[in-house]
């Protein structure tokens, strides 16, 4: 099962999207503007066996 986790940016007030996995973390996409478009875009990627964490 894949985990992605959505976090803002303090510096930038930008959503970016990661994928976690055990022991380490890769960006996969961003800055998004819009909480929305992070959300969508990490549910995408997850599929329906996929987790999504919003931070």
Do not use: D
């Amino acid at each position: 099962m894949s985990h992605y986790e959505i976090s803002k940016s303090a510096a930038s007030g930008k959503w970016h999207v990661s994928h976690v996995n055990p022991g380490w973390i890769t960006p996969i996409g961003g800055p998004y503007g819009k909480r929305k478009e992070a959300i969508t875009v990490a549910r995408l990627l997850a599929g329906r066996r996929g987790k999504v964490v919003i931070k």
